[in-house]
Structures are given as structure tokens and as C-alpha cells.
């Protein structure tokens, strides 16, 4: 059963400290997304990826989140520092090729940051 | 990028159909609509898409507006699971990119 996995699951970190979360991509998908859901702002979009290399990160803020593909099986997304503003479920999802296919999302990273 | 409509939230009676509105009256001759739902404390997952004509899935039927200023996602027969918010998407396929664009889409309600 092909699915995407998010780790951890849940994180709670302290204010200042640097937060990494994973995800493995469906195998065979050459594009990545990551997602930010607030209840305030709702799903924005982040990242994403194809084929390992930065489409669009528009939506990230560059002062403290970076997004990176070190390989087709693992995509990372860092910040550092953490702020409470920070606090979020972080999703990620894949998809196969540029055309209409469906995207797959995972369960998400749920963060605080206290 | 051309943005959709949906009303914030809607309700339904088990076993009845559901008809869930979109508007996205700017839609571009080469967008395609989408749709995802998302269950509670679940990421979303793909419903169905489409581009001018009607469209069936197991999971439910998507109706284009002849305009195509408008479409609706048809749940033919609500279940509670169906309980959900549900995002209607245009999707974006501009310079090779196919970005999704969620916005605040409709929670559905759905009564025993």
C-alpha cells in the first residue's frame, strides 16, 4: 500500500530551537509539495519539488524555513529558528509526472513550538 | 491564478445526495478543476477532476458547467465517513508547473 510518511508525527519544541521534519515520497513520484495548515490561513502552500530541484518556493519564509530534496526518497523541511508563529500541521504530498495526476498527501507534521 | 468560490459549509442527511457548489468564473481554457476532500486530522485526498465534460468515479461525479464558470461534485450517497471539507481546485498548469492552490473550501456536514 503506497503511501507518503511524514516524521515525526507530532513535535513540540521550544521557541529558538531548530525543528526538521521528513518525508519519504511515494517511490516513483518526481514531485514533492509541502504544505502548511493553519486554522487561521488555512492549506498555503510552501515548496515543492520535481525531479529533486526547486520548482517554487515562493510561499516559504527564506529567513528561517529551507526546503531540500538530498535525494528521491527523502524531502526535509528546517527551520530554524522556530517561533511560536511556527506552530502548524506541515504536510507533504507527491505525485507522478506533470500532468493531471492525482496528488498523495501524508498525515502530516503536527508542530508547536512553545 | 484564477481563484474559486465554494460556500463555507453545507449540511446533508445520510444516504441523500449532495451537490457541492463552485465558482470560479476567471477559470482559463487550459485549467482543469479538482477536486480534494479532507477528512478530520487526515491530509487531503484526491475526490475526482475534470476539464469541460462530465465525470464519474467511485467515488463521486463532477459536473462542468457548459461555461465552464462553475462546477459541481456530486456525492450520490452521503455516508457520515463523507464528513469532510472539501476543496474545489483549479489547477494551475502554467509553464510546466501544476501547482495546487487550496482555498478555504466548504465543510460538509452530513446527519444521521
Known amino acids: 500500500d503506497a503511501r507518503v510518511t511524514q516524521t515525526p508525527r507530532d513535535k513540540v519544541t521550544e521557541m529558538g530551537q531548530e525543528v526538521t521534519m521528513r518525508c519519504q515520497p511515494i517511490?516513483?513520484?518526481?514531485?514533492v509539495f509541502w504544505y502548511r495548515q493553519t486554522m487561521k490561513q488555512g492549506l498555503e502552500l510552501l515548496a515543492y519539488?520535481?525531479?529533486?530541484?526547486?520548482?517554487?518556493d515562493s510561499g516559504m519564509p527564506k529567513d528561517r524555513f529551507s526546503a531540500e530534496m538530498p535525494d528521491a526518497t527523502l524531502a526535509t523541511l528546517k527551520i530554524q529558528p522556530s517561533e511560536p508563529r511556527d506552530s502548524a500541521v506541515y504536510f507533504c504530498a507527491s505525485r507522478f509526472g506533470t500532468q493531471n495526476t492525482e496528488a498523495f498527501f501524508g498525515q502530516g507534521t503536527r508542530l508547536t513550538v512553545v | 491564478d484564477a481563484k474559486t468560490t465554494q460556500p463555507n459549509s453545507m449540511e446533508s442527511n445520510e444516504e441523500e445526495p449532495v451537490h457541492l457548489p463552485c465558482n470560479h468564473s476567471t477559470i482559463s481554457g487550459t485549467d482543469y478543476i479538482h477536486w480534494y476532500r479532507q477528512l478530520p486530522s487526515q491530509g487531503p485526498e484526491y475526490v475526482i477532476h475534470?476539464?469541460?465534460s462530465n465525470v464519474n468515479n467511485r467515488m463521486a461525479s463532477l459536473a462542468i458547467a457548459e461555461d465552464r464558470k462553475s462546477s459541481t461534485l456530486i456525492l450520490h450517497r452521503a455516508t457520515l465517513r463523507d464528513a469532510a471539507v472539501y476543496y474545489c481546485?483549479?489547477?494551475?498548469?502554467?509553464?510546466?508547473?501544476?501547482?495546487?492552490?487550496f482555498g478555504q473550501g466548504t465543510t460538509l456536514q452530513v446527519k444521521p
Open positions: 517511490l516513483g513520484h518526481n514531485t
Open positions: 519539488f520535481r525531479n529533486r530541484a526547486p520548482l517554487d
Open positions: 475534470g476539464l469541460t
Open positions: 481546485i483549479l489547477r494551475t498548469f502554467s509553464g510546466n508547473t501544476g501547482k495546487l492552490i
